[in-house]
């Protein structure tokens, strides 16, 4: 119980400074904005806004959020394997059965925590890829130090956060007889919704992929086709969609799962809305002229 609630908590103050960041001078000024979102958004005024927005690493390193993500899903579901065939408890169910209680870790079944695990893991090792293999990062975009631990610690929640409603039930805390898991009717409409999103975002990425060539490496052009003819940032709501896609495979019943499905919705919705005004800026009637009005920021005909 104390290892949801730090994560709830820490996910809960995340959506909230995310929130609040657009409306304080200091933190808009100096951790908002990453990547090319930075050339237009506001300049620090005081010297204490321009040596916190000095602390940044590359923006290429995004990627080892997915690395570690899936090192930590890959250890989980090993971890859980042990306990379930031999009863042999790794480090992290070993923290957990020393350390915690089992309270909330009951109501969620074993199937839906092992197909939640299986659909985060594919997730983090696509998303890997790409970051990896498709996208062509600009070799001067950052991002704010405070922006990479926020990372780590958001796919480390999503991780954990998949199975631990439902820990009590691999034997941790009791011996358990393990009964052949059952699944949720959600199980196919999840997995349905899980790979339509991750197609399109794949997509999205390959498109923004193909906007560089070795000679516009550090360039930034309007991007067109699939749902950016209808979003301006389809790929944040592609990866809306995977996290809505778990949430309707727990039937909402994963606390964890939906506070991060939360700080993605707010998180990605302060960034479509700076993304916007970026493109504005930049390319002026030629982005204005290039989409119809009605063309939605992140979320079709929401916002
Ligand atoms: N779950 C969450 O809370 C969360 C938070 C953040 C991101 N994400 C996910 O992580 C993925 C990447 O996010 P992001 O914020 O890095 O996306 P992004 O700013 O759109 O960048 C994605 C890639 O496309 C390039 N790019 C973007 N716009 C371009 C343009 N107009 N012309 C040419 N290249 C362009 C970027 O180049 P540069 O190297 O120059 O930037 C970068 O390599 C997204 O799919 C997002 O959903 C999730």
């Not at 389809?234 to 964890?256: C, E, K, M």
Request: hydrophobic residues 45%; proline residues 5%; aromatic residues 14%.
């Amino acid at each position: 119980m104390y290892l949801i609630i730090v994560l709830c908590g820490c996910l809960a103050i995340l959506t909230i400074l995310s929130f609040v960041s657009k409306h304080i001078a200091l933190l808009r000024s100096s951790v908002l904005a990453y990547g090319k979102l930075d050339y237009t958004a506001d300049q620090p005024l005081t010297a204490m806004a321009r040596w916190i927005k000095n602390i940044t690493v590359p923006k290429t390193w995004f990627c080892h959020f997915y690395a570690v993500g899936l090192m930590a899903a890959i250890e989980c579901i090993i971890e859980i394997t042990l306990a379930l065939q031999w009863k042999v408890f790794g480090p992290v169910l070993t923290v957990l059965r020393l350390w915690d209680t089992p309270q909330g870790s009951r109501h969620l079944g074993l199937g839906e925590c092992l197909v939640g695990l299986g659909l985060m893991t594919i997730h983090l090792a696509r998303r890997l890829y790409e970051s990896m293999m498709i996208e062509r990062p600009s070799a001067n975009a950052r991002m704010h130090f405070s922006h990479y631990l926020a990372g780590m610690g958001f796919y480390g929640a999503m991780v954990i956060g998949a199975w631990l409603e439902g820990a009590a039930n691999f034997g941790i805390w009791q011996p358990i007889k393990v009964e052949p898991f059952t699944l949720p009717w959600t199980t196919i409409p999840s997995i349905g919704l899980f790979i339509y999103a991750s197609y399109h975002q794949h997509t999205c990425h390959k498109i923004l992929a193909s906007l560089r060539t070795p000679k516009t490496r550090n360039a930034y052009v309007i991007p067109r086709g699939d749902w950016f003819e209808n979003l301006v940032v389809p790929h944040y709501f592609a990866d809306i969609l995977v996290y809505v896609s778990l949430w309707i495979l727990y039937q909402g019943r994963n606390w964890t799962l939906t506070f991060g499905l939360v700080w993605t919705i707010v998180n990605l919705g302060v960034t479509a809305g700076e993304t916007d005004q970026w493109y504005r800026k930049t390319f002026g009637k030629r982005y204005n002229d290039a989409f119809p009005r009605s063309r939605s920021l992140l979320l079709p005909h929401i916002y």
